[in-house]
């Protein structure tokens, strides 16, 4: 059983980098791909992008300018990076794992870090 | 990109009833649908994936249909920890999620 957690600064302001890191549990690193999504209070859910246990990534073509995703084997986690913020990237985000051969469907999730970006 | 539609945004409903979530996709997208269940404050739970398939370890009271660009959730015989929020996703191309459907208590 994959268990994720999750930890990073809960407030920014503008034009600041977020940076988030979710550290995995139990399974095997290497079986999954690892990704973040993120939801806006009262609002859906939003892919930003994914990564594998070989650095190799696929990100949000709406935030690929701003997101990079990494990932450390040696410690078993994976971090988000996500650059120039503004209000509009206040969320709750998730970290999320999906194995190789299901598509894009996410099984296990973190328990959400809630960013707010204010000034 | 893909954007995904689910109707309605608010369904309210009893225990016992049958109750249908529908989601259509602005380009086919075969059977590449899964959905989701969300709780306040926790993280979404996997539900539904390849459009009918049952993740493991969930009850078969929800059932999922379609295929192309339209699709439905649905649930026979609501129990009192099924109201909840629902999410469609498609993961075709990417990954998007639509906006979600909160189901109340009538």
């Known amino acids: 059983q994959v268990q994720l957690q999750q930890w990073g600064a809960g407030l920014l302001k503008p034009s600041e980098t977020l940076s988030l890191t979710c550290a995995v549990y139990?399974?095997?690193?290497?079986?999954?791909?690892w990704s973040w999504i993120r939801q806006p209070p009262g609002k859906g859910l939003e892919w930003i992008g994914e990564i594998d246990h070989s650095g190799i990534t696929n990100y949000n073509p709406s935030l690929k300018s701003r997101v990079t995703i990494s990932v450390d084997t040696s410690k078993n986690q994976f971090s988000l990076k996500l650059r120039s913020v503004t209000a509009a990237d206040t969320a709750v985000y998730y970290c999320?794992?999906?194995?190789?051969?299901?598509?894009?469907?996410?099984?296990?999730w973190g328990q959400g870090t809630l960013v707010t970006v204010s000034s | 990109d893909i954007q995904m539609t689910q109707s309605p945004s608010t369904l309210s409903a009893s225990v016992g009833d049958r109750v249908t979530i529908t989601c259509r996709a602005s380009?086919?997208?075969?059977?590449?649908l899964a959905w989701y269940q969300q709780k306040p404050g926790k993280a979404p739970n996997l539900l539904i994936y390849k459009a009918s398939s049952l993740e493991s370890g969930v009850p078969s009271r929800f059932s999922g249909s379609g295929s192309g660009t339209e699709f439905t959730l649905t649930i026979s015989g609501l129990q009192p920890d099924d109201f909840a929020t629902y999410y469609c996703q498609q993961y075709k191309s990417y990954s998007s999620f639509g906006q979600g459907t909160k189901l109340e208590i009538k």
């Open positions: 139990g399974g095997s690193f290497s079986a999954y791909y």
């Open positions: 380009q086919s997208i075969s059977t590449w």
């Open positions: 999320a794992s999906r194995s190789p051969g299901t598509g894009r469907v996410f099984t296990y």
